[in-house]
């Protein structure tokens, strides 16, 4: 059987993601809860032996349990290195993972693993998937898959100038319904501490490559308490302890599988565990070239499975007393096998085999019982909703947590208001009463000034690129999270740097306008450099969307806006332009800008020695109004919204 989850089978999702999936519903399945707890004893980080008890259900951690199961997966994808060629990097895997369990995909370098894990969290975005996963009994939504499974990522996505306790309260406020008091969200994340053993660094910033903060310990369990604060059923880890030394590997690896004593169904890719940490795991799913080569408990099972498979290889035992640890020679003896192109023929040995049938027998409860669900969880795997709360409500937390600390951020506000600041108070200087100085030899100087101050927000636009580009890994991991739509993201960027930018426009204008002894109205002077800059927010925001990263982000805005700079109409009046590039100023937002500063200048100086109103007839403004000009400049801050907006939402450059 093959559908779509809540979609028609075969259907191109709006992620691309080409899916005759049948994630289906499945079986109750008996509690393992408690089952390893009086196994664990890690140097004292934890007292295992009895598990803390959420503080009350409602805001407790786990509610119920939620038993994974997939039967038949095949994934398949473009070959990236021959178009024409699809390449299928899962073949007919079938597997399970209990509540209470902590599942490991294992598998040499390129096996299959991240693929596998994203393919059941629903995570891919490209590619074609056949099979049937079922979640707890039912066929689940992407709303569900965002609202009840958590995915801790291999690289860690935090936001460095939150402590841990903001950066968890913040994915609650985004995620957990807005209707949930402040104050059990707040014990909520504060239970998550405790259990995490983050206690000792909750108020400490998590700081960034440059400043440092918590250590990498403790950035990858903040990142697990982030995907803990929805109460997921399901928790998937991609290589967990990478990157990490032994001790810290370790200690992640306790404090993962305490979750699983809560009945959380944990699943987590490794490649090179620490003995301790493979001891950790319950379950074992081997994989090889995309195919399962051995799928049942961890422990002896393996080595035993594996050893009557290959009775010429070294033995396991004789390593004993070696440094071989079993997770090492589990690995070493398939990548032994696959170099040997064996791969199909381990494959089919475990297809063939009577542990199969066996773990065959027990995927089909899984696939057939159903899991009693709570009515709000029941809502969810009909919700197709992609986030849990309102864009406003999203918006306002955004503001709060994030704009609130980047305006404390002297490295956020320094390259936003530094350039500006000088640039303004140079002109003021270069310029000073030049307004007042009525010869006709200084209508060129007033022009200019007025070009000058029309083009500095479009490259200024520079300044507020980075944050687009440098912030993708964490907007990527916020929006398949769930936390936020990319509209609500580009709402929550431009009321932020316009919010800065309309206290700073008050000043910069005022440094020019009125010791420039510049005429017209102040009004339209400060609006039209406040509609330019924001046009030129969105332009930004916009290449470096598309752009794939900074270097490509920075040669083409410069680019762009020296181009629109030949049309504005000073340095080639439109008139003298040639016929067949006049339509393209009619596309230059800054054409736009100058003509309104122009006309606000000139307009009301008939009174004047000098007959300004010729000036406008020469650069063909006269007759003009200069608010229309603004209503024509402001379209384009609508046009490059959409487009940045558009980019944002649909241009992907970490397919998956
Ligand atoms: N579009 C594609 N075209 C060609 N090969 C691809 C494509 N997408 C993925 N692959 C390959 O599929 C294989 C499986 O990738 P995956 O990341 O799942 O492996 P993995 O077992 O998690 O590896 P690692 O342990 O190194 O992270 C890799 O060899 C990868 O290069």
């Known amino acids: 059987m093959m559908a779509s989850p809540s979609r028609s089978p075969g259907k191109r999702t709006p992620e691309g993601t080409k899916q005759c999936i049948d994630i289906e519903a499945q079986a109750a399945i008996p509690s393992t809860s408690g089952r390893h707890v009086s196994k664990l004893t890690y140097d004292g980080y934890y007292d295992h032996h009895k598990p803390q008890q959420p503080p009350n259900s409602e805001v407790g951690m786990i509610k119920g349990c939620m038993p994974v199961a997939f039967k038949d997966l095949t994934y398949r ?3 990236n290195n021959n178009r024409k060629e699809n390449l299928a990097l899962l073949l007919k895997v079938s597997g399970y993972f209990r509540p209470g369990e902590l599942a490991a995909l294992m598998g040499p370098s390129g096996s299959g693993k991240t693929t596998m894990l994203d393919v059941i969290a629903g995570r891919k975005t490209v590619g074609t998937i056949c099979g049937r996963i079922s979640y707890g009994g039912q066929s689940p939504s992407r709303a569900f898959l965002r609202r009840y499974t958590g995915y801790v990522e291999q690289t860690d996505t935090l936001i460095g100038n939150l402590t841990v306790f903001e950066m968890l309260l913040y994915t609650a406020d985004l995620k957990l319904p807005r209707r949930m008091p402040y104050k059990d969200k707040v014990r909520k994340v504060s239970y998550i501490i405790t259990q995490l053993a983050l206690t000792t660094c909750q108020h400490v910033r998590i700081g960034s490559t440059v400043q440092r903060g918590i250590s990498g310990g403790q950035c990858k369990r903040t990142n697990i308490g982030i995907a803990l604060v929805s109460d997921p059923k399901v928790l998937f880890m991609d290589e967990p302890t990478s990157g990490l030394d032994s001790f810290t590997a370790n200690e992640v690896m306790t404090v993962v599988k305490k979750l699983t004593q809560m009945n959380l169904t944990v ?15 319950d379950r074992l799913h081997l994989l090889l070239r995309g195919q399962t080569v051995y799928f ?20 396991f035992s004789a390593h004993k007393s070696d440094l071989h640890n079993r997770a090492e020679w589990i690995v070493d003896i398939t990548t032994r096998a696959d170099r040997m192109d064996k791969h199909t023929l381990l494959a089919e040995k475990y297809a063939s085999s009577e542990l199969k049938r066996g773990n065959m027998r027990e995927l089909e409860k899984f696939m057939t019982t159903r899991v009693e669900l709570s009515p709000e969880v029941q809502k969810e795997f009909e919700s197709n909703s992609e986030t849990s709360n309102s864009w406003w409500w999203i918006t306002w937390v955004l503001l709060q947590y994030r704009m609130g600390r980047d305006i404390m951020d002297t490295q956020f506000l320094g390259p936003r208001i530094a350039d500006k600041l000088v640039l303004s108070l140079i002109i003021m200087s270069l310029y000073f009463a030049v307004g007042a100085n009525q010869a006709p030899s200084n209508v060129n100087n007033l022009t200019a000034v007025l070009f000058l101050w029309t083009i500095l927000p479009g490259y200024a636009a520079a300044s507020y690129m980075p944050t687009i580009v440098l912030e993708r890994p964490l907007f990527v991991r916020e929006r398949n999270d769930g936390l936020y739509r990319p509209s609500t993201y580009l709402l929550f960027k431009m009321v932020e740097e316009m919010t800065i930018f309309f206290f700073l426009s008050l000043v910069t204008t005022s440094i020019v306008f009125a010791p420039c002894r510049l005429g ?8 039209v450099n406040f509609i330019t800059t924001a046009t030129g927010i ?11 990263n900074m270097d490509m982000a920075n040669a083409a805005l410069p680019a762009y806006v020296t181009v629109l700079l030949f049309f504005v109409g000073l340095l080639l009046r439109n008139q003298d332009q ?8 009619n596309l230059d937002f800054l054409r736009f800008a100058w003509s309104a500063q122009m006309i606000n200048q000139f307009e009301g100086s008939k009174a004047m020695a000098l007959d300004f109103q010729s000036v406008l007839k020469f650069y063909n403004l006269e007759g003009q109004s200069k608010w229309m000009n603004l209503l024509y400049e402001s379209c384009f801050l609508v046009l490059f919204l959409i487009l940045a907006w558009a980019a944002l939402a649909f241009k992907r450059h970490i397919s998956r």
């Open 520 to 527: 017209g109205s102040f009004l339209l002077f400060w609006l």
């Open 296 to 315: 049942g408990p961890n422990g002896p099972e393996p080595i035993n499975y594996l050893e009557a498979l290959f009775p010429e290889a070294p033995k």
């Open 538 to 548: 969105a332009i930004g925001y916009f290449i470096a969307a598309i752009s794939p």
């Open 267 to 281: 699943c987590a890719t490794i490649h090179s565990p620490t003995p301790y940490c493979f001891n950790q795991f």
């Open 77 to 79: 994808v473009r070959n």
């Open 578 to 585: 040639p016929v067949y590039w006049r339509w393209f100023s």
